[in-house]
């Protein structure tokens, strides 16, 4: 050890912002210190706000359904989630078949959602179906230590990058995509948009997010050893998203 | 205004400590001769300029990124303390609770009265280079309360005992053989193994009971974005995910400079930062974050703070060239791409944020005084310039920053430690040489002079000798020669 460090801040400079500077704007609260601090040298005028539809202008924007979702399978695959397409009709079975597959025990989902009401115990012979009920309080430890998989709805997703739209609910809680080993999404095919940007504007979010909204590219990750990628982090080590498509317009 | 807390018990860093001048070049000296740090450093900095050039094989494209994510910084910037009070208000209208912290110690004073305030005995962290800059931890554990890293590569360093190395890829130094090593070593019952899925394994079980039980969880921000009152994060491992999510109490903190004004703006910063940083199209998780649980909501934290520091950045944003030091995005591409980082690795520095963007931005967090030789480790080729998404003139602020440790003290009171440098002797070399170079008389007088009494040329020529043979006037003169020539 050197030196003790000293508190970067408390080094003698002119003007100080310590409240007995020059200019009795700076006293107050310290917030009002940095405010006044950055009223004191901003530009006189704010630059010229961005315009960002030219950048995103030639983005695939009349491309058909299917090749929107080949480019979003092609993309999430590559970051090593599942893909399996299914009629609206036929994903409750899909999904019985992958949890019998995957030997999933137990499979937590929201109650009260479309897709929720759509489960039903008799189709899945080798799995306990959970509803979400209460909160996360009263099933910690059973989420943490004992449920096998989550299943969610994804809002949307987005084909430039192949990844999924998620949105927390109430019925659907930000657990409930992050802590099970296994995530089950279920995606509309009609909603994938082309970027990011037209997800934003396209469902107009500057004006009202959820308390939490998520994009999803694969199963959890690091490559923090030696550069060397492995999967399973710290969320789920397997995603795998059920594409609901649209009769006829995909194949 | 509390220093940070001297190290004391098993398995914390050191603290961020003033590293002089001498200790900084004996630092140097040691990196460059440390085979095993050269070849980690190599090897992982070639891999990420790989994958860095694969996510943009298109060079329009990214010009035209590139140009964007520097408009929207710009402009973010230009209206930075109107956008805070924007942020400020949307998030306490989400029910989230601002705190503003002018310093290392205000902020980790408002953290600790968070964390007494819910008798909390640990937390849980995300990755946040921010809490490293606070010294974060150490104030913790002064106060009894446990601060765990949870980002994979921050749990390596934490456990070594060590500060992260690179901002994106905080264990970069190690081999998986060392890590291997300190899992057997350090973690409860594990036996050793380099199989890297074991260990990731091994990380997940310890860390997921810690996400079980934290009283806090503490992240970083990405970007914050004031018309939604939004906080962003970023991030591959899910970690970041659980510390916003499962423990009651949530605290964010960010440097004041992050806020965007528009959710869109955020769509291509993410895309250029992830592509810069790692070289992934995308990460896998983007995590927007606007407030706390709801009434009729079944998780998420019941509280959410957030912690807008200045700790130097509005001394940054007085002055029009150094403001631009406030658009990075911390990707770390300017590291990935550095001679010098490559070959030092990042512990050298001695600062929170090293390579090229730690050289500038740590003379307004630390003062001049303690970093004043920051700005001169560097060839200045240019790289960092050149690879940066925001398009920060790094070059041109080493420049700058040299010279305002280096010009006569008080010559700008607005920096902290300005003139740190300052050698009278050197500064009136640096005067005679102008005189003589400017002056076509002077310079045949001196040159003819030289070359007579070469013999009595130093053989230690001060840092030009540590690694070079000295400096000796020719015999005869250049235009002495071209005379006889002619």
């Given at each position: 050890m050197k030196q003790p460090p000293r508190s970067p801040r408390s080094l003698p400079q002119g003007g100080a912002p310590n409240g007995f500077g020059p200019g009795a704007r700076e006293a107050g609260t310290t917030r009002d210190r940095i405010l006044a601090r950055l009223r004191a040298s901003r530009p006189s005028q704010p630059l010229p706000a961005p315009v960002l539809d030219e950048h995103y202008?030639?983005?695939?924007?009349?491309?058909t359904l299917a090749g929107r979702v080949a480019r979003f399978r092609a993309g999430i695959e590559s970051f090593h989630a599942e893909v399996h397409l299914a009629s609206e009709a036929g994903w409750p079975a899909l999904l019985a078949r992958l949890c019998a597959e995957k030997g999933v025990g137990s499979l937590l989902y929201g109650a009260g959602t479309p897709a929720g009401g759509r489960l039903d115990q008799s189709a899945f012979p080798a799995t306990a179906l959970r509803p979400w009920a209460g909160c996360v309080e009263d099933l910690k430890a059973e989420l943490f230590h004992r449920i096998d998989a989550g299943f969610t709805q994804a809002l949307g997703a987005i084909a430039e990058t192949g990844t999924l739209i998620v949105w927390p609910s109430e019925a659907e809680p930000r657990t409930l995509s992050l802590v099970p080993p296994i995530h089950f999404a279920l995606l509309d095919a009609r909603s994938i948009h082309p970027t990011f940007f037209d997800a934003i504007r396209a469902g107009n979010w500057a004006d009202g997010l959820p308390t939490n909204a998520l994009l999803v590219s694969g199963p959890s990750k690091t490559a923090d050893i030696q550069q060397t990628l492995a999967y399973g982090a710290h969320g789920p080590k397997e995603l795998v998203v059920i594409v609901i498509e649209a009769e006829g317009e995909v194949r | 205004m509390s220093a940070p807390a001297p190290a004391t018990s098993k398995g914390d860093a050191r603290p961020i400590a003033f590293v002089s001048a001498q200790a900084l070049r004996e630092r140097m000296h040691e990196a460059v001769n440390d085979p095993h740090l050269r070849t980690s450093f190599r090897g992982a900095m070639d891999f990420l300029m790989a994958k860095r050039a694969a996510q943009f094989p298109d060079e329009s494209e990214l010009a035209s990124l590139r140009t964007l994510s520097e408009a929207i910084r710009q402009y973010s910037l230009s209206k930075l303390p109107d956008l805070l009070e924007q942020l400020e208000a949307n998030l306490t209208r989400n029910g989230v609770q601002v705190h503003w912290a002018a310093d290392a110690g205000e902020a980790n004073a408002i953290m600790l009265g968070i964390a007494r305030r819910h008798a909390a005995k640990s937390i849980v962290k995300g990755k946040s280079m921010v809490s490293e800059e606070i010294e974060f931890n150490h104030a913790m554990q002064a106060a009894g309360i446990e601060a765990l890293e949870s980002d994979m590569g921050e749990y390596i360093v934490q456990l070594a005992g060590e500060k992260p190395s690179h901002i994106i890829m905080p264990a970069i130094h190690k081999t998986k053989e060392q890590i291997a090593r300190l899992f057997a070593d350090k973690v409860p019952g594990v036996d050793y193994t380099d199989n890297v899925d074991a260990l990731i394994q091994i990380g997940r079980q310890v860390l997921r009971e810690k996400f079980e039980q934290a009283d806090i969880g503490l992240s970083g921000v990405n970007f914050a974005v004031a018309e939604t009152g939004t906080l962003c994060l970023v991030e591959n491992e899910g970690n970041g995910r659980m510390c916003t999510t499962v423990p009651r109490v949530h605290m964010a903190i960010t440097g004041i400079e992050k806020v965007v004004e528009k959710l869109e703006h955020v769509a291509p910063l993410f895309s250029i930062l992830t592509r810069s940083a790692t070289g992934q199209a995308i990460s896998t998780y983007f995590n927007m974050i606007s407030g706390p649980?709801?009434?009729?909501?079944?998780?998420?934290?019941e509280e959410v703070h957030l912690i807008l520091l200045d700790n130097g950045r509005s001394q940054a944003y007085a002055d029009e060239q150094l403001r631009k030091t406030l658009q990075c995005i911390r990707c770390g591409a300017c590291m990935n791409h550095c001679p010098v980082y490559t070959r030092i690795?990042?512990?050298?520095?001695?600062?929170?944020y090293p390579g090229p963007i730690g050289k500038i931005v740590s003379p307004h967090m630390m003062?001049?005084?303690?970093?004043?030789?920051l700005p001169t480790v560097s060839t200045l080729c240019g790289a960092c310039g050149e690879v940066c998404p925001v398009r920060i003139p790094i070059p041109e602020l080493l420049v700058r920053l040299r010279g305002e440790a280096q010009s006569a003290p008080h010559a700008n009171p607005a920096m902290a430690g300005q003139g740190a440098g300052y050698s009278a002797l050197a500064s009136f070399a640096w005067r005679a040489w102008a005189r003589i170079y400017a002056s076509p008389g002077n310079y045949r007088l001196f040159s003819w002079l030289a070359s007579r009494l070469?013999?009595?040329?130093?053989?230690?020529?001060s840092g030009w000798t540590a690694a070079r043979t000295p400096l000796t006037p020719a015999p005869r003169r250049l235009r002495d020669m071209v005379r006889d020539r002619r």
């Open positions: 202008a030639p983005r695939a924007r009349n491309e | 649980r709801k009434p009729d909501e079944k998780d998420g934290p690795g990042g512990h050298a520095y001695g600062t929170t003062g001049l005084e303690q970093t004043h030789l070469r013999a009595l040329t130093p053989s230690r020529q």
